[in-house]
Each structure stands twice: as structure tokens, then as C-alpha cells.
């Protein structure tokens, strides 16, 4: 034992005679104490301990490189400004939308069932809740006479207004206040419906539903307006 080990040994005797008697701190001291090393000071950790930090701090600093890279998403004011919802003026034909319409006329029907010949509050429900992507409107009354007469696919469904490309290629934008669109929905196509030509046209086969919905109460965004519920109420007439 070096020096410095006998000199630790002769405080802890020292400290135990101070707290015991002689018999009992002699018999902690042979017991717990002599030929024991005795650490003043906290061990340093194992090497995977100093591993283990270092691995996560390296993956700390990886995630804060990664998050500055990443670019932030853009803010709506910043996307109208860069044009991303205008639309091009070669893709503003009537054409091209019109597929658009077939699929918005087979959600409508869906979403309608047997109310589309019934009509009443529940259908009217389920079409104040509707997207009206790639329905056609036409403007029947609006405060502003020019307007009247616009009829067209909806090709973007804001809150304020309804963009409509038209059968002239014409694209307009209608807003919904003081604006009164109508709209049809055709019946869902029977199975014999097209097959024999020849074959006279039945006068009872059902017409599907022709509403006019007022743009005022429609002066939503679509993603708000599939959520919200929708009362019946008088609605002041243009």
C-alpha cells in the first residue's frame, strides 16, 4: 500500500473513534475499511456511457441541420402571389373540364341517393354541405344584369366567388353575393338507357333535380363548408 492509501486509512480510523468506541470503530475499520480502496471521488463513466452521448448528440445536430433545410411550407398570400391557383391560359378550355363535370355529377348522385327525385330538406342539406368542383352553374338573377346568362363548369370554389369556364372557352368569375346560380342534377342512367336507340323514349323517365341555390349562403371555403351544419331560413330575395 502506498503512502497515500495508509494516509486514507488513518482518516477513516481517525473519523471512527470520533463516532464509535474504541472496540466497535477497531472492528468497522478491520471489517469495512482496511486493505479496501476507498474513492473520494465520483468514478468516470464507462466508455459506452461516452459513446451513447455522443451518438445522440450527433443526432441532435443532424436533426437541426435537417429542420433548417427544410423548407417552410407557403403561406396562402404567397401562393396567390407566385400564381399557383390562377390557372394557365392554354389549359382554360371547356374540353378539358369536362371530365371534371362527369365526376362531380357521380358524387352528387351518390351523395343525393333517392332524394335526388324527392328533393326536400334533407337533399337540400346534403347540397349546402357539397363541393361544387366541376358542377355547371348558370347565373339566373344577379344584381348585376351583365352576369346574367354566365353558365359553365366550376373550376375553382373559393369563399367569396365561383370561377366558371365556359362552353366559349371564357373564363369568368362570378361572385356569390347578390348572385342566384342554378343547377341540374341528372338522374342516374338506368341500365337500358343508350343500348336500343331505336326504341321511342319513355315519357315517364324521371328528369333528376333542377335547383337554385343563392351564392350568399354559400360564402364558404369547400374544405368549411363539408363540415358545417346548415338551418333553414329565410333568405332575402334579390
Known sequence: MDSKGRKEQDIAAVLLARAHSPNTANKIFIEKVQHRPLFLKPSSPPP?????????????????????????????????????????????????????????????????????????????????????????????????????????????DSKFA???????????????????????VPAPATPGDGQEESQPAKHDQPRGMVVEIHGEQFQFRSADRASKKFRTHFSKLL
Open 48 to 156: 459506452s456511457d461516452g459513446r451513447e452521448a455522443r451518438r445522440l448528440q450527433r443526432q441532435k445536430k443532424r436533426a437541426k441541420i435537417t429542420k433548417a433545410l427544410k423548407p417552410k411550407p407557403l403561406s396562402a398570400t404567397q401562393r396567390r402571389k407566385l400564381g399557383l391557383y390562377d390557372v394557365p391560359r392554354e389549359g382554360q378550355k371547356y374540353a378539358t373540364f369536362e371530365p371534371l363535370h362527369q365526376l362531380w355529377v357521380a358524387y352528387v348522385q351518390e351523395i343525393l341517393g333517392s332524394e335526388i327525385y324527392t328533393g326536400g330538406e334533407a337533399a337540400a342539406a346534403k347540397l349546402s354541405s357539397a363541393d361544387f368542383h366541376g358542377a355547371e352553374v348558370e347565373v339566373v338573377r344577379s344584381k348585376c344584369v351583365s352576369r346574367v346568362g354566365i353558365k359553365g363548369i366550376v373550376i375553382k
Open 162 to 184: 365561383f370561377e366558371v369556364i365556359t362552353r366559349k372557352n371564357k373564363l369568368k368569375l362570378v361572385p356569390k353575393e347578390g348572385t342566384v346560380f342554378r343547377l341540374e
